[in-house]
């Protein structure tokens, strides 16, 4: 075994073992990755992308404005399916309760469900009402209420929807002459020459 020992003292400590081996050559310098080369802006396109959806699905879902039908419309459109049926009891009390919302609206009455007496009561020295118009609705509402409560006898017809859309006409010529009334200015009243106040 010590006869063993120098020779493999001899064999690694050989001149050929010190050489160098050759280099391999060397690599191609390493390109840049995707997300590298573009992960800025593909960050800066998805909070774009998001905000784009989010504003949309905001836009779509957002509450929309109720839209505000004139008083007018609502009550013709509940008077013309009235047109052709039976003027009883509960048509006279349909057509009256839709001249009384028409005018609550129209007018600006106060809201609350009231009596035939307490709506004339309410309708009779208001302002924007007038006398002759708060006279024919207080006459037309009687009536209704004369025939919807009177025993079953040969009256004629009130025509109630047809009168109904009459005194809405008569109301709309109202409002639209009080709009112009107050959409004119007020005259000028011209001061007096100062030699005259002197």
Known sequence: MLAAR????????APANDEIPRLRPPH????AT????YGTWVILAGVAALALIGAAVWFF????PPVVVPPEVLARRALEPLRHQVEDG???SRVS???RHYLAAAFDLP??????????GAITGHPLIGPELSAAFIAFLRLCDRDKFSPPAPIPPLSAVAQALRLIEQSQARRTALAQAAAQP?????SPPLAARA
């Not at 120098?6 to 400590?13: D, E, G, I, S």
């Not at 879902?61 to 929309?64: D, I």
């Not at 007020?186 to 011209?190: A, H, I, V």
């Open 6 to 13: 120098p020779l493999f003292a001899l064999v690694t400590n």
């Open 28 to 31: 191609a310098e390493i390109p």
């Open 34 to 37: 995707f997300w590298d080369q």
């Open 61 to 64: 879902t957002r509450p929309k």
């Open 90 to 92: 509960a048509l006279l």
């Open 97 to 99: 309760q839709v001249l």
């Open 111 to 120: 809201p609350g469900e009231l009596t035939t007496a307490e709506f004339c």
């Open 186 to 190: 007020p005259p000028k009243t011209l």
